[in-house]
C-alpha cells in the first residue's frame, strides 16, 4: 500500500510540473521565430517518441511506475536505444514548450520536471528488479 501510494505521489508531482511548464508566466525574453519552430519541431519528435514507446509497452502501459504483471520487460522499438523513452518524451516535449515560453518560470520547472523523472526511473527500477 505505502508503494502505490509513493508511486501516486510521483505521478501526481509530474503532472503538477507538467502543468507549471504549461501555464508559468512568460515574457522574460523575446522568443526568436527559429525558437518558435525549433519548438515546435521537438514537441512533434517527443510526441511522436511517445506514441511508438506506448505502442511497443501496449498492455503494460500504466501511470504509475510500477509493473502491472500484465507483460515481460520491454527490450524491442525504442525500449531498444532509449532506457526510459515516455518519459525521455515528457522531459523532450516540455523542454520544447519550455523554450517557446520565454519564461525561467516555465524553464524552472521543466528542469524540476527532469530531476524529479530522473528519481522516478530509479524508483522504479528499483521495483523491476525480481525479489
Request: proline share 5%; with cysteine.
Amino acid at each position: 500500500m505505502r508503494t502505490r501510494r509513493i508511486a501516486w505521489l510521483f505521478v501526481i508531482t509530474q503532472m503538477a510540473l507538467i502543468a507549471a511548464v504549461v501555464v508559468a508566466p512568460g515574457n522574460h525574453w523575446d522568443v526568436s521565430r527559429a525558437s518558435r519552430y525549433a519548438s515546435w519541431v521537438i514537441v512533434g519528435m517527443a510526441a511522436a517518441l511517445g506514441l511508438w514507446a506506448a505502442r511497443w509497452l501496449g498492455r503494460g502501459l500504466t501511470p504509475l511506475p510500477l509493473p502491472n504483471g500484465k507483460v515481460d520487460l520491454v527490450t524491442g522499438g525504442p525500449y531498444r536505444w532509449v532506457r526510459h523513452p515516455m518519459y525521455t518524451a515528457v522531459m523532450l516535449g516540455m523542454a520544447g514548450i519550455a523554450l517557446r515560453s520565454g519564461s525561467w518560470w516555465s524553464c524552472a520547472a521543466a528542469a524540476s520536471l527532469v530531476a524529479l523523472l530522473a528519481a522516478k526511473a530509479r524508483w522504479e527500477e528499483h521495483h523491476l528488479v525480481p525479489t
